[in-house]
């Protein structure tokens, strides 16, 4: 009887360590809290040979004062910036807290930090002007304005667009006076053949007729094909400006909207062109476009 009170004081003791242990795997354990994480842009990793992992130190001003250890967990790519272009993004993202951590003022306490500025992502873009109104004239004293407007950028971009302009519609009319010159002479070479049609009664209204059709053929294929070389040339030139200023910003882009444009240009200008060459040529009686 003793002996199996003794066995009995054993498996109960032995499952009190059981339970013990299994409620220790569930409980926190006291280690040392774990170490701040950081994202690099992948500029920074390349010229530093920095990797995912790796520990780095960070302080606020170069002599390193107050510097803080932190581990690498990513690497992403910079947003693209136009206005930024040449020069090496050499940033990292960090949690706000610890970035509070390492640029506060030693005498400014804790939750007692201010801000310049604060950007917001609406769900609709399009409501970025009605939303900046709203908040102007319900917090007096704040700003608000689509990031488009900020520091001159959107002013920039609208000089630049309109310089394109002014340099696409130069291109145009020079283009258009060339086309209608080289019209001419082809035109010129055609004059016997026009001549005879003329003598066989056909009209000078039925020959342009077959000129429009025939220059709107010719300058439709001459659009597609320079359309199909530009969607050629888009690639090369995006990978090339890209590897040359280490950036992901697109350069060209041959949008449906571009290749339209290029076609209500180009096709009406190109029959124009040959029904005005034509034009001037039929004016002249058959007899005189036929002679030799």
Avoid: K
């Avoid at 960070?58 to 930024?84: C, H, V």
């Avoid at 049609?197 to 209204?205: F, K």
């Amino acid at each position: 009887m003793e002996a199996h009170r003794r066995h009995g004081a054993v498996n109960r003791c032995v499952f009190a360590v059981a339970v013990l242990l299994a409620l220790t795997a569930f409980l926190p354990s006291a280690q040392t809290p774990e170490m701040p994480t950081i994202l690099v842009t992948r500029q920074l990793a390349a010229l530093e040979g920095l990797a995912v992992g790796d520990e780095v130190r960070l302080a606020a001003d170069a002599g390193g004062t107050g510097a803080q250890t932190f581990r690498i967990a990513g690497i992403y790519e910079p947003t693209p910036d136009p206005m930024r272009l040449g020069s090496v993004p050499r940033a990292v993202r960090m949690h706000l807290p610890d970035l509070l951590a390492l640029t506060r003022d030693p005498a400014v306490p804790a939750g007692a930090e201010h801000v310049d500025s604060i950007n917001i992502t609406l769900v609709d873009p399009a409501d970025a002007e009605r939303f900046s109104r709203e908040v102007t004239t319900r917090a007096p004293g704040v700003l608000a304005r689509p990031t488009t407007q900020a520091a001159g950028l959107g002013t920039t971009f609208v000089v630049l667009e309109r310089f394109h302009t002014a340099i696409a519609a130069v291109t145009i009319i020079a283009a258009t006076v060339f086309l209608l010159a080289l019209t001419i002479m082809l035109v010129d070479e055609r004059r016997e053949t026009a001549g005879v049609l003329r003598l066989i009664g056909l009209p000078a209204r039925r020959i342009l007729l077959q000129v429009l059709v025939e220059g709107v053929l010719v300058a439709s294929v001459g659009a597609l094909f320079g359309l199909a070389l530009a969607w050629g040339a888009e690639g090369l030139i995006n990978r090339f400006f890209q590897w040359r200023y280490d950036t992901a910003l697109v350069f060209v882009r041959i949008t449906p909207r571009v290749a339209a444009t290029c076609l209500a240009i180009a096709v009406p200008l190109g029959a124009t062109a040959t029904v005005g060459a034509s034009w001037a040529l039929l004016r002249r009686g058959g007899l005189r476009l036929a002679r030799r």
